[in-house]
């Protein structure tokens, strides 16, 4: 305990003679450690440059552990040190290196049930933990003082909750990957605005605004402007139809974060159709102004060649989605001989093997996260394809809001195979009997044809050994997704196939 003080103390910044302020000293540099063990361990000589080592490293832990396996005799275990004793189990108080201080229920040497962590920044949690990260219900009061009461998923704010600003603005709504997106509402102090609306990635798409003299607009926003088609509902009973014009964008866009203000009121007004309350209810006003389609987010599995790739092009023409196929990425990549990640995957892929999950999971995950799927939605066809996928997908917030399933027999499926050809102009898929290209904006037919090429993997006896990693497999998305899935019989023209499909993304 003496040593932890010592070194805390040490880690804040030092005053010289002068009253100058000095850089903190290097806690892990040998002349401190030395000089420490000196002063705190003259008679320990062995001991005393580790306990200091392990505690500028590791901090300092009192509580229980998991019970301690029969030692073998002879064996000499100190049990002062944690990495020699068992992990952390039960209730405890870590002291941690950098000044960290957490009290509470420990499993598996993880935080893990309910306790409180004070941060060396001055931050404070109290609630639950799972695994070491912050999950279900807890308070965090950040070192500004600002507060967040309500849900959290992996250690982000993620469920209901309730922001709290220092300048006494609130958000009380729904937060996805430590963002606000859903339903929320705003209560912006200052102005005495309400807004109640819907965020979509930290930012308002759209809201119902309340101002302190109770009248309302209802609109969409743009970069926390209220921007197109709007209404407002006077509370003298009188209702204007216009327009707001959005403020012209300067440079870039900031990016947003919790501690920035609410959006801002109007700014510029065009229009401007008066009329009196009736008949334009509050509910048709919401309706026509705020209503945000959600963003799709689309999985699509099946077994090799059962028209996977067919159907997703119609998904994304018809929804405008990013189409995320993991068979074209790993294609890309092992034409790319620099790419180690895309050699090793060449290997199983030729063999008709399913890659590692390591190697395909960090690159799925990335794709996902980028802007254009964020914000446009996407459509992923071929992932995931292992429990472990998908157990992945849900741990990064990749939750998808369709799943297609297609069915087909092995026998149709090698049929299409030997025939399914590439355009590697266009991207285009082909069949020689059941899909052959014809004229169009693409070429002549002829010269489509003299184009196309056939995949490498495309052979009956790579498709069977592809088909049977897929039936090893086939449960687990089906299993993942159950509530959201629909299973379509692909063994039918593609035109049935797709107005089935629609038919499911749009209920
Ligand atoms: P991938 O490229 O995803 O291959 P696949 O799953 O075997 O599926 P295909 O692309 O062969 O077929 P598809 O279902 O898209 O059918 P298509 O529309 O082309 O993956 C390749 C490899 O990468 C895997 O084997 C694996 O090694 C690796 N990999 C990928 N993702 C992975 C992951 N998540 N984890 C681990 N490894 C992974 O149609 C086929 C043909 O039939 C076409 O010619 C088409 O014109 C025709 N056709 C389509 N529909 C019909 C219809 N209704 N009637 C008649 N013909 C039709």
Not at 309 to 316: C, D, L, N, P, S
């Amino acid at each position: 305990m003496q040593v932890w003080t010592k070194v805390q103390a040490a880690r804040k910044p030092q005053k010289n003679e002068d009253g100058e302020e000095e850089d903190p000293i290097d806690v892990s540099g040998e002349e401190f450690q030395q000089q420490l063990a000196e002063e705190l361990y003259a008679g320990e000589p062995t001991e005393g440059p580790f306990a200091i080592k392990r505690i500028v490293s590791m901090g300092l832990y009192f509580g229980e552990r998991t019970p301690r396996p029969e030692v073998a005799p002879g064996v000499k275990v100190d049990p002062a040190f944690d990495t020699e004793v068992t992990p952390k189990k039960g209730m405890g108080v870590t002291l941690g290196p950098e000044g960290d201080v957490y009290a509470g229920e420990y499993k598996a040497g993880k935080r893990h049930g309910r306790g409180a962590l004070r941060a060396a920044t001055g931050a404070v949690y109290v609630g639950g933990w799972e695994e070491g990260k912050k999950s279900g219900q807890g308070r965090m009061t950040y070192a500004d003082g600002s507060t967040y009461d309500g849900a959290w998923k992996q250690g982000v704010r993620h469920g209901r909750g309730t922001y709290t600003h220092t300048n006494g603005d609130m958000y009380v709504g729904e937060w996805w990957a430590n963002q606000k997106q859903g339903q929320g509402r705003y209560c912006q102090k200052a102005q005495g605005l309400m807004y109640e609306g819907t965020w979509k990635l930290g930012k308002l798409v759209s809201a119902k605004v309340t101002m302190s003299d109770g009248s309302c607009f209802f609109s969409k926003f743009e970069g926390g402007r209220p921007v197109g088609p709007s209404g407002f509902a006077m509370s003298n009973g009188a209702a204007i139809m216009g327009n707001f014009k959005g403020a012209e964008k300067a440079g870039e866009e900031e990016e947003e974060t919790e501690e920035a203000a609410a959006p801002p009121p109007p700014s510029t007004w065009e229009g401007g159709e008066l009329g009196a309350v009736d008949g334009m209810t509050e509910q048709r006003m919401r309706e026509q102004y705020c209503t945000v389609k959600p963003t799709l987010n689309v999985v699509i599995s099946g077994p090799p060649a059962s028209g996977k790739g067919t159907a997703a092009e119609e998904i994304v023409k018809a929804y405008g989605l990013v189409h995320v196929s993991t068979g074209d990425m790993l294609r890309a990549a092992t034409e790319d001989e620099s790419n180690e990640d895309g050699q090793k995957a060449k290997e199983f892929m030729n063999e008709g093997q399913l890659v590692p999950d390591e190697l395909i999971i960090s690159i799925v995950v990335a794709r996902l996260q980028q802007k254009d799927c964020l914000e446009k939605g996407w459509l992923l066809d071929g992932f995931p394809r292992t429990a472990v996928q998908a157990a992945e997908m849900q741990k990064h917030f990749i939750v998808p809001t369709k799943v297609v399933i297609l069915e087909c027999g092995d026998d149709v499926i090698v049929e299409r195979i030997s025939g399914r050809r590439l355009d590697p102009q266009t991207g285009k898929i082909y069949h020689l009997t059941f899909n052959a290209p014809a004229d169009s904006e693409d070429g002549t037919a002829a010269e489509i044809m003299e184009r196309l090429t056939q995949r490498e993997d495309d052979t009956e006896e790579t498709v069977r050994k592809r088909l049977a990693a897929y039936a090893s497999n086939k449960t687990a998305v089906q299993d993942a997704f159950s509530n959201i899935c629909m299973v379509v019989d692909a063994n039918r023209d593609k035109g049935v196939i797709w107005e089935e499909i629609k038919t499911f993304l749009e209920q």
